[in-house]
């Protein structure tokens, strides 16, 4: 679910990155459980769930900088695409202290995703979540909606729509195509579960933050990774190698991050 190390075509793609061997084998274990899977299955309204991930929810709801830099460019015009049932209120530009009052949790096969009424994602079409508010909440949001969708049968679907274009988005594709998907069992959250995140750099056309995961043996993990802002909406913004993630590292715990809660919603 959440912070990256390169991925090679050996069959990493049928993991999330958490269980990539090259972070567990430095690490001395490794998790044989895939978190993300073939077809997505999110909860309606009914299935959503005001219990933050590890209190029950049910499923009813350092790299070459000159090799491994970010690719893809932010959108700076000022006119905004956003198609009609996308508009957010983008006013509130600081990063968030806290977890928004309206956060939810959709599933994604066995991956527990935070979503938000007011910054997003608006839209569900199948895989792809869409429309974020152009905002830190909603880059951080976006963040985490689309890397879970990586694994699946379905990535390509959200490849086309929701990474950023460039260099980075065609390594990525070249790379993925080469692997097969694997899809997840489980309870959502049994394997793994977003619990934060931190934000390392925000404007509106460009954000990039840590997403802090609890791993199911009570390891801390935290992956780095961009969005741009494209097309009117947040979009994954690989490096030039086509890693979706700038980095990845286990981590002592929580501090220092933000840290997702369970509030009520619609």
Known sequence: MSPRSQRSSSGEWEKPFWQQPGWLLSAGFFL???????????????????????SGATTAPSTDPTQDAPSGEPSNGTEDP?????????????????????????????????????????????????????????????????????????????????????????????????????????APGSDGTYIGFSMLTYTKDQATAMLLIRIADGKYGAATASVVWEDGDWKLRPTLKGSLTEN???????????LWGGGDGD
């Open 32 to 54: 044989v459980l895939a978190l993300l899977g073939a077809f997505v299955v999110f909860a309606d309204d009914d299935g959503d769930t005001n219990a933050g991930p590890g």
């Open 82 to 186: 956003r198609p009609a049932g996308c508009r957010t209120d983008d006013s509130d530009q600081a990063v968030p202290p806290k977890s928004p009052a309206d956060l939810k949790w959709k599933v994604y096969q066995a991956d527990l995703v935070p979503v938000s009424a007011t910054a997003g994602p608006l839209q569900y079409n199948g895989v792809v979540w869409s429309c974020f508010a152009r905002t830190p909440l909603g880059a951080v949001l976006a963040l985490h909606s689309i890397t879970s969708k990586m694994s699946g049968s379905e990535w390509r679907t959200v490849a086309d729509k929701q990474i950023a274009s460039g260099p980075g988005k065609d390594a990525f594709v070249a790379t993925r195509s080469k692997d097969t998907d694997e899809s997840a069992a489980g």
């Open 248 to 258: 990845i590292t286990f981590v002592g715990g929580s501090e220092g991050f933000v």
